[in-house]
Nanobody
Framework: QVQLVESGGGLVQPGGSLRLSCAASTSISNRAMGWYRQAPGQERELVATITSGGSTNYVDSVRGRFTISRDNAKNTLFLQMDSLNPEDTAVYYC?????????WGQGTQVTVSS
């Protein structure tokens, strides 16, 4: 059973920054990974993805503000979030693709408010 544990969420003022981490219980080398988020009353949406080779992709609303990265040696995925605004408030989930199945963490709450 794969476990993904997100951390780093919290309350931040508009314009602030947070760095999310996702620690995996298995090797993440050669695995595609991503971050999703779900705001209250909204469907879960893709935020960013990173391939095993390090290629990244972002939803338009976060491009230029968020950066996804990975540390394969530590089996950890990151999401650096800058210039946060209230519309970024959501529960953020990390995910990993293993043998054709996407596994999910439990999520970490990010709240952007003054």
């Amino acid at each position: 059973q794969v476990q993904l544990v997100e951390s780093g969420g919290g309350l931040v003022q508009p314009g602030g920054s947070l760095r999310l981490s996702c620690a995996a219980s298995t090797s993440i080398s050669n695995r595609a990974m991503g971050w999703y988020r779900q705001a209250p009353g909204q469907e879960r949406e893709l935020v960013a993805t990173i391939t095993s080779g390090g290629s990244t992709n972002y939803v338009d609303s976060v491009r230029g503000r968020f950066t996804i990265s990975r540390d394969n040696a530590k089996n950890t995925l990151f999401l650096q979030m800058d210039s946060l605004n209230p519309e970024d408030t959501a529960v953020y989930y990390c995910t990993i693709l293993l043998f054709g199945v996407w596994y999910w963490g439990q999520g970490t709450q990010v709240t952007v408010s003054s």
